[in-house]
Structures are given as C-alpha cells and as structure tokens.
C-alpha cells in the first residue's frame, strides 16, 4: 500500500498527483458532479496539511484508491474506488482497512449513494457498518446518499 501526497494535476494549494488518480476521480462526476472542484479547494490543500491522505493499490495501473478525512471532529473515507476488472478479490477491504487504521478507528464514517448501496452493502457488512441515515439531494437532486458509522 502506498500513500501519495497529492493529486489531480496540482490542486489547489500545490503538489502534484497522478494521473490515474485524476482520471479516476474525474470518472466519478456521474455520482458526484463537483468532485473535481471538491479535489482541487478539499483534498490538495488536506494532503499538504495532513488531514487527508491518499491510499493507493497497483503497480503498473491503478488498481484502486481511498481519499481519507481526519480531523479533531472527523474520520472519514471520502471517496472509495475500485477498477471494475479488480473487483470481488477483496481490494476494497485492503484500502478501507489500510485507510481506517491511519484513521485511527475501525468505523470510520463514509457515505455511498443509493445507486451503489447494493454493490457495497457486503463489504460495509463484512466490517460491520452501521447505516445511520440518509439524505436526499446533498450531491445530486432527488438522489440519496446513505450514512455509514456517524452523521454529516
């Protein structure tokens, strides 16, 4: 497991990350459509400062990554990305394990929208997350985004 400094061509704030990553993230605008500007004011400034951190799997391409929050009031998986070839052998759990132990908890809080509850129902079951809530249109209108573990 690597942790990486930054990302999305230089973020607000400096540093430089991948461009697997940024591709990445970039992908994900469907399900969340500012995710890129969230990356360049939230993640590039958080990486520098340490409240956010970048786990990474693969060598020769981006198997999966996990962006994670913590601060005094806050642990969270921020974003939780898988290659859709590498899913099912256990990847997913690696990275939220990887990313709960920098947090310093094993129930991190994390959201996932309505769309994907069913693909990651199993792996927040297998490590035991609780669904606290649900709030509709915070990303995208008439849509839910499901809480695990805490509030928002």
């Not at 806050?74 to 690696?94: H, M, N």
């Amino acid at each position: 497991m690597q942790q990486i400094s930054c990302d999305l061509g230089r973020p607000a704030g400096g540093g430089v990350v991948s461009t697997d990553i940024a591709s990445a993230v970039r992908g994900l605008r469907q399900l969340y459509p500012n995710i890129e500007l969230w990356f360049a004011l939230k993640v590039g400034p958080g990486l520098l400062d340490g409240s956010r951190a970048i786990f990474q799997r693969g060598s020769d391409s981006l198997d999966g990554f996990v962006i994670a929050k913590r601060t005094l009031h806050e642990r969270k998986i921020c974003t939780l990305w898988v290659d859709p070839s590498k899913r099912r052998q256990g990847l997913a759990s690696d990275l939220m394990a990887e990313a709960s132990e920098w947090l310093g908890t094993r129930f991190p809080l994390i959201t996932v929208g309505e769309e994907r509850l069913s693909e990651l129902g199993k792996l927040f079951e297998y490590h035991s997350f609780v669904c606290t809530g649900a709030i509709e249109g915070i990303y995208r209108r008439h849509r839910k985004e499901f809480i695990f573990n805490g509030w928002l």
